[in-house]
């Protein structure tokens, strides 16, 4: 999910795009490639501490309604560019450099979205959620997923852009519009949850049983542990009294 989030063809991207809103300076892109990835670094530090403060499902929502309206607002910046006429002398400067410093806000806001709960439970949140026996294989399946996406961007995005260049976007809308009612109805809450009582969230009555079930036997194996260890230790005792009465008697019948 996080690889059809828009984050990839703004992060893959990003130099034409910004070439394509009137930021043509190889400095002006670097300095601003440079920002955003600090911008990154320091939203993903605060959503991964906000997780457990607030909670998954209302940073999940929060950041894919963010993501939406800020990157609708990407996809009508870059369109009003596309059209005949703009970057040439029809159009006054200021009204380009404003209209490129939109689009640069907005993609801060949209990354900003993105940083506070895709980059730190994209991982997390699906360890929490799978059963232990379905643990390793989901989290496998799910890199599959996010490295076949990573392909798809590769080779087949600069075709699409090429072809549909600003209309490609309208892809992203729709699959974060999609984000929002898949997250509010098929997101459990695990804050303040073990994976014991996670598990209880899924699958009910069954596995609340089995992991009763799984204490029990853990604790009889603890008690059978320490009846044998109180054994061992009173057989220990039991022959050093046994012999040290022997000695005892031992020694009356010498002085007999």
């Known amino acids: 999910m996080n690889q059809w989030a828009g984050n990839g063809i703004v992060s893959y991207y990003l130099a034409p795009i910004l070439k394509s809103v009137g930021i043509t300076s190889s400095i002006m892109q670097a300095g601003i490639n440079l920002a955003l990835q600090f911008w990154n670094a320091s939203l993903s530090f605060m959503g991964a501490l906000a997780a457990e403060k607030y909670g998954r499902r209302p940073l999940w929502l929060t950041s894919a309604c963010g993501m939406l309206v800020s990157f609708t607002i990407v996809t009508a910046l870059r369109a009003v560019f596309a059209e005949d006429g703009l970057l040439t002398s029809e159009i006054p400067v200021d009204g380009i450099k404003a209209a490129g410093g939109a689009t640069v806000a907005f993609l801060f806001i949209f990354f900003g979205f993105y940083d506070i709960t895709f980059t730190p439970l994209s991982i997390a949140y699906p360890v929490e959620v799978l059963p ?18 990573g392909l798809f961007y590769q080779y087949v995005k ?23 009612p898949t997250i509010y109805f098929l ?3 695990t804050k303040g ?12 009555e069954p596995a609340e049983t089995d992991a009763f079930r799984q204490a029990s036997i853990a604790a009889s194996v603890n008690d059978s542990m320490a009846d044998s260890k109180a ?26």
């Open 193 to 204: 949850r073990t994976l014991e009582q996670i598990s209880i969230v899924f699958d009910g």
């Open 158 to 180: 600069p075709i699409a852009l090429e072809a549909l260049h600003w209309k490609f976007y309208f892809v992203y809308t729709a699959t974060l519009a999609a984000m929002i």
């Open 187 to 189: 997101f459990p809450e």
């Open 231 to 256: 054994a061992v230790v009173d057989s220990f005792y039991s022959e050093k009294a046994w012999n040290s009465r022997s000695n005892s008697g031992a020694h009356s019948m010498c002085l007999q």
């Open 132 to 149: 232990f026996r379905l643990r390793a294989g989901g989290l496998s399946a799910n890199l599959t997923t996010v490295f076949g996406a």
